[in-house]
């Protein structure tokens, strides 16, 4: 059993009042429902009050709390600040992300911050043509990826890249990659992508020295968020 999986089913049964069934907690968590059966047997075993059975569905009995996070109140007011201000990057799927790790902060850190700190989600970055999740995707697998891209002028071209990082200005966010077209780093705003794809093929054990490369480029010369 998975500690990050388990404390995934713990809060997504916490506050129901309704029980869940096996296929709805493996549809929400990504598993099988034998994986589920396996799961919430395990933490049954371990004293957490789950109450139900195969065919009814599972509930969490009231007054469970999990462990406290080694975390200070600094600590997590600066998370549920900094989860709050992901709204303004216009990511639904960090934003979704955000939400499961506030509702696990919620449930073994101190709860006063949630209630006390927050931030606005307004934010004026213009709607991206690249979906960020597809981007993210590609730059954990080390996967190339193919796409159109319209530049500063207008002029629209066919690009194939490396991806390495995703960087958030105010008022765009933008894609750092390997541009094979140009055989060298180049920086897209996502807002001027389109039809992006995974083509195949990849740069796998490749990623932390080009990053390292990129890196070490923009330490000398900051990006600018428009050039490609």
């Known amino acids: 059993m998975k500690p990050i999986r388990m404390l995934d ?3 997504l049964l916490r506050g129901r009042r309704r029980p869940l069934t096996a296929a709805e907690i493996a549809e929400r968590l990504g598993a099988s429902r034998r994986t589920v059966y396996r799961d919430i047997a395990g933490l049954q075993a ?3 009050p789950i109450d139900g059975a195969a065919g009814v569905g599972y509930i969490l009995r ?5 462990p406290p996070l080694n975390f200070t109140a600094e600590e997590v007011e600066a998370i549920v600040v900094a989860l709050a201000l992901l709204a303004r990057t216009g990511d639904r799927g960090l934003v979704a992300a ?6 696990k902060i919620a449930a073994s850190a101190p709860r006063q911050a949630a209630a006390t700190l927050s931030a606005s989600g307004w934010h004026g970055l213009p709607e991206a043509g690249a979906d960020p999740a597809l981007l993210r995707r590609a730059i954990r697998d080390e996967r190339r990826i193919a796409f159109h891209y319209r530049n500063a002028g ?7 890249a490396l991806p390495l990082a ?3 200005y105010i008022d765009s966010t933008v894609l750092a ?3 094979e077209v140009r055989q060298d780093f180049r920086h897209f705003r996502l807002d001027r992508m389109s039809d992006c794809y995974l083509p195949g093929g990849g740069f796998k054990g490749r990623g932390r020295a080009l990053r390292a490369d990129w890196s070490a480029r923009e330490s000398a010369a900051p990006p600018e968020p428009a050039r490609a």
């Open 9 to 11: 089913l713990i809060a």
């Open 46 to 48: 371990m004293g957490v």
């Open 62 to 66: 009231p007054g469970f709390d999990l």
């Open 98 to 103: 955000a939400e499961g790790v506030a509702a």
């Open 154 to 160: 207008g002029d629209e071209s066919t690009r194939a």
């Open 166 to 168: 995703l960087v958030y």
């Open 177 to 179: 990659a390997f541009c």
